[in-house]
């Protein structure tokens, strides 16, 4: 297993940007599939990114085009840069090992009107 620690939320106005960090206990190089998930309260957490060992990614049909998900494998750290954000990214934003079933803590992102 690995243990995943998000970071970088907080509150941005609508149209701004933001990058997550999700440092990993240990390294991710044997974690083919990491991504990023978003929940807001009495939902289910949604997909919002993926990214495989060697870099391709898939998005979400919300986040593409705004975000992108990288990973720095010698770092064990996966981000998520978000650009041009909207009310509607405001959630608790989750990184995960997908393949695992990993989770991190979670960290908040905001974004106001």
């Known amino acids: 297993q690995v243990q995943l620690v998000e970071s970088g939320g907080g509150l941005v106005q609508s149209g701004g940007s933001l990058r997550l960090s999700c440092v990993a206990s240990?390294?991710?190089?044997?974690?083919?599939?990491m991504g990023w998930y978003r929940q807001t309260p009495g939902k289910q957490r949604d997909l919002v990114a993926t990214?495989?060992?060697?870099?391709?990614?898939n998005y979400a049909d919300s986040a593409k085009g705004r975000f992108t998900i990288s990973r720095d494998n010698a770092r064990n750290t996966v981000y998520l840069q978000m650009n041009s954000l909207k009310p509607e990214d405001t959630a608790v934003y989750f990184c995960?090992?997908?393949?695992?079933?990993?989770w991190g803590q979670g960290t908040q992102v905001t974004v106001s009107s």
């Open positions: 990214i495989t060992r060697s870099g391709i990614t």
């Open positions: 995960a090992a997908i393949e695992f079933g990993y």
């Open positions: 240990r390294s991710i190089f044997g974690i083919n599939l």
